[in-house]
């Protein structure tokens, strides 16, 4: 599959005044949070990726593997990259139980909230992907999915939500998609880390040792692969975010005069389902 994937959310609501047929908002916000499960995944190979991308240029200035790898993780852990993939991944889950959260208020359940999350929020720092404006509205969406809890939220609250944290949810998927680039940034450095090494490392062995030549680049051929994977997912996930800061966006707009013709004609511009997306990333992760 190519590297770009157009990811886009089927949506196919009927919204209409007075009387709301909601079971497809109610898919398309379990699709969505299918979908934000995958981010802990992304978070965690942002440090797997470092990690491997340090391991190789150390391999390549002649240290052994054990001293490879252990200098490699030291220094994973004094950098800010990777102690900032925490809050990273805090900041996904918020996206995630605010989708939950749309999907029950969609099928007239009450909702559930995860006070892990307000703490979270309080304490969450400023960083490069999570700057001031997405620590407030982390910081908003929570507050708001603990109020839904606690006083009842049905259906008949969901126009009001969408048009409520229609901002918030805006600023953190677009925070969350910076993340997502910044992932992307380290899996080149990783990229340009692998093809030094084994490279370097395939001319080394040369005519002398054929075997060992083959069995290099066989696994340079492998990691190569796993890597553009992954790089297609990142690209890809980015794309979904966009397409719920869109879709939110309309529907907030929307959803107090949208007729059933017109939430099929929002369908239209969210063509290809949110399934195929989910699968690039699959086979990332």
């Known amino acids: 599959m190519g590297r ?4 886009v959310i089927v949506f196919t609501g009927i919204w209409q005044v007075g009387c709301a047929s909601l079971a497809e908002i109610r898919d398309f916000a379990a ?9 802990p ?3 965690a190979d942002i440090k797997a990726s470092f990690i491997r991308q340090r391991e190789m240029q150390n391999l390549d200035s002649g240290m052994d593997l054990k001293e490879a790898t252990k200098k490699a993780e030291e220094d994973c852990a004094a950098h800010q990259l990777c102690k900032s993939v925490g809050d990273f991944a805090k900041a996904g889950k918020v996206l995630e139980s605010y989708m939950k959260t749309l999907g029950q208020l969609a099928a007239d359940n009450l909702t559930s909230f995860d006070e892990s999350l307000k703490a979270f929020s309080s304490e969450l720092r400023t960083s490069a992907g999570l700057g ?3 620590r407030k509205a982390v910081q908003s969406l929570s507050t708001f999915l603990a109020n839904a809890a606690a006083n009842g939220y049905r259906q008949r609250q969901l126009a009001k939500t969408l048009t409520s944290t229609d901002e918030d949810i805006g600023i953190l998927t677009q925070g969350l998609a910076d993340i997502v680039g910044i992932y992307k940034k380290q ?11 084994f490279e370097g490392t395939i001319a080394e062995k040369g005519a002398q040792e054929p075997l060992a030549r083959i069995l290099v ?23 979904f975010l966009a397409t719920v800061r869109k879709a939110h966006s309309e529907l907030a707009q929307k ?12 369908a239209v511009s969210y063509m290809v389902s949110i399934d195929g997306q989910i699968q690039v990333v699959r086979k990332a992760f």
């Open 255 to 266: 959803s107090a005069k949208l007729d059933a013709t017109q939430a099929r004609q929002l």
């Open 31 to 39: 699709l969505s949070k299918r979908a934000a499960e995958y981010f």
């Open 217 to 239: 680049y066989d696994r340079y051929s492998r990691g190569r692969d796993e890597l553009k994977n992954k790089q297609s997912a990142a690209d890809c996930y980015k794309e």
């Open 41 to 43: 995944f992304i978070m």
């Open 132 to 134: 001031e404006p997405q």
């Open 4 to 7: 770009f994937l157009a990811c």
């Open 187 to 197: 899996l080149d450095a990783e990229e340009i880390a692998m093809r030094g090494y």
